[in-house]
């Protein structure tokens, strides 16, 4: 029963239907039907808390989308998602922490699924991080040493060295080779002190082979896992500097 839509509208879903499928009444039927359907619930559609929102979000929607079907998913998507939204709030994550991302997230963009998205993205970064600081602190001595035994032991045959007076003194040389760390999104290349970073930078330590890189602190993770599991490896905890 098509008597509860307004007489105008269902007129133009007929109009849309016999254009898109001309000679189609199978097809024609299936669009009205499925447009019917999605006027519909877009009519009973509960808001609830989202109430406030809704001439934006129905404007939004008769934007971009021009089906009945296509205006009533991204309504329901964004009432499901301004609901979702107001109840975020892990345990595990500060409330702050979720505050500030939510409002941050509110000012770069308009729609409730996008703020959602981001903000979850956000509580993942900060899980990942509380992870990584859980798995790399207590193991970060080991790792620094490790990792400047084996960057030291670097060779370059093909290296001239001359002495200050322009003596030749013979081909190869060792030398450190350099690591690059990210922090806050840019890269660091370094060759000593590392005790600023934070474990999440840590560990993003890699080598630089032109195209190629080998990842080297996430390998040595592995590696001092595999000592612990296969062959019993203790690692006492860090002294606690207070």
Not at 139 to 146: A, E, G, K, N, S
Not at 170 to 197: M, N
Not at 210 to 232: C, F, P, Q, T, W
């Amino acid at each position: 029963m098509a008597d509860d839509i307004p007489p105008e509208i269902l007129t133009e879903i007929k109009r849309v239907a016999r254009e898109e499928w001309p000679g189609d009444r199978e097809m024609q039927q299936y669009t009205i039907d499925a447009e019917t359907t999605a006027y519909r619930g877009l009519e009973d559609l509960d808001y609830g808390e989202a109430a406030d929102h809704k001439p934006a979000i129905l404007t939004e929607a008769k934007e971009y989308h021009t089906t009945w079907e296509e205006i009533y998913g991204f309504v329901s998507e964004e009432v499901e998602a301004f609901k979702a939204l107001a109840a975020l709030a892990p345990d595990d994550v500060p409330t702050d922490f979720i505050a500030e991302h939510k409002r941050k997230a509110a000012a770069e963009h308009d729609w409730f699924a996008m703020q959602l998205e981001t903000v979850e993205q956000a509580i993942e970064g900060y899980r990942y991080v509380q992870r990584t600081r859980a798995k790399v602190g207590p193991i970060r001595d080991i790792l620094v040493r490790m990792e400047a035994i084996i960057g030291s032991e670097c060779y370059n045959a093909n290296i001239q060295n001359y002495s200050a007076w322009g003596v030749w003194e013979g081909e190869g040389r060792s030398f450190r080779y350099p690591v690059t760390y990210i922090r806050d999104g840019k890269e660091e290349k370094r060759k000593a002190r590392v005790d600023d970073l934070e474990p999440e930078a840590l560990i993003t330590g890699h080598y630089k082979f032109g195209a190629n890189e080998l990842s080297i602190h996430r390998a040595l993770v592995r590696i001092v896992d595999m000592l612990k599991a296969d062959y019993g490896l203790t690692i006492p905890a860090p002294e606690d500097p207070a």
